[in-house]
């Protein structure tokens, strides 16, 4: 059985920073890659980034480039995300995805097969 469980999620302000992680199970990453979604309120969701250890694979929305990094424990199975230099338009519940598309046709808009149940991050200004 496939599971994500996000944790990290929680309040800062504005120009602090998080560290998410993403613990899998159910697979290994030469099965699927694994990425963010993010949703707000009111929002589409939006894919935030995601990393394909299997071949090196990595790509950010234009939003967060520069400020967020992904990164893997590939025995662990886990995906982290660091998030510098946070914004208010950052906030939303923030999810991690086993994605087959983690791949420059697709970049960070990337289609998924299956999500966690997400993590809260507010970023107050």
């Known amino acids: 059985e496939v599971q994500l469980v996000e944790s990290g999620g929680a309040l800062v302000q504005a120009g602090g920073s998080l560290r998410l992680s993403c613990a899998a199970s159910?697979?290994?990453?030469?099965?699927?890659?694994i990425g963010w979604v993010r949703q707000a309120p009111g929002k589409e969701r939006e894919g935030v980034s995601c990393i394909s250890p299997h071949d090196g694979g990595i790509f950010y929305a234009d939003s967060v480039k520069g400020r967020f990094t992904i990164s893997s424990d590939n025995a662990n199975v886990t995906v982290y995300l660091q998030m510098n230099s946070l914004k208010p338009e950052d906030t939303a519940v923030y999810y991690c995805?086993?994605?087959?598309?983690?791949?420059?046709?697709?970049?960070?808009?990337?289609?998924?097969?299956?999500r966690g149940q997400g993590t809260q991050v507010t970023v107050s200004s």
């Open positions: 159910g697979f290994t990453f030469d099965d699927y890659a």
């Open positions: 995805a086993a994605t087959h598309y983690c791949y420059s046709g697709y970049g960070a808009n990337f289609p998924y097969d299956y």
